[in-house]
């Protein structure tokens, strides 16, 4: 009786120290908001809208170095859970792979129209305007997108 009451202790004593570890196991929100969209808008898709020479000159090597601007893009600007971010997030990865098809099949114009749609369809601005130094501060900490881009400027006198 004695070895029973002995391993039935054992059990919940397991028990509950395997139900006090589980809090501690890393739970990641995947801090989805606004801002990280902004952020993934900003940083990729300027990498994506400096591709624009490139692609005008049929320059598939440059293009193929950046594919994980146009990923990283996908993955972030979409990251919403909304139906209408699930929507756009499957339009961006078809338009995704239609540039690379085109890449790998060496097609300039397949190229230009297909990067023309993705760009469109994901609200891209190809020239954005240039920021002026004298225009006042661009970004707010090191923490901003901003930071570290040609849209990061900071005020000079």
């Known amino acids: 009786v004695a070895a029973n009451r002995r391993a ?3 059990k919940v004593a ?3 120290a395997g139900a006090l570890a589980l809090p501690q196991v890393a739970s990641a929100d995947g801090a989805v908001s606004t801002a990280t969209v902004a952020r993934s808008r900003g940083i990729y898709g300027g990498r994506i809208a400096a591709l624009s020479g490139a692609v005008s ?3 598939f090597a440059a293009v ?3 594919k994980n601007a146009f990923i990283l893009f996908n ?8 139906p ?3 929507a756009a997030k499957a339009v961006a990865q078809e338009g995704t792979a239609d540039i690379f098809a085109a890449v790998d099949a060496k097609d300039a114009g397949k190229l230009k129209a297909a990067y023309a749609a993705y760009t469109k369809n994901a609200g891209i601005d190809l020239s954005p305007a240039k920021e002026s130094v004298m225009g006042g501060q661009g970004f707010g900490s090191d923490y901003d997108w ?3 881009t040609p ?5 000079q006198r």
């Open 8 to 10: 039935a202790l054992q």
């Open 14 to 16: 397991g028990a509950v």
């Open 57 to 59: 000159k049929g320059d």
């Open 64 to 66: 193929a170095d950046e």
């Open 75 to 82: 993955s972030g600007a979409y990251q919403l859970k909304t």
């Open 84 to 86: 209408a971010a699930k």
């Open 146 to 148: 901003k930071n570290r």
């Open 151 to 155: 849209k990061g400027t900071v005020y």
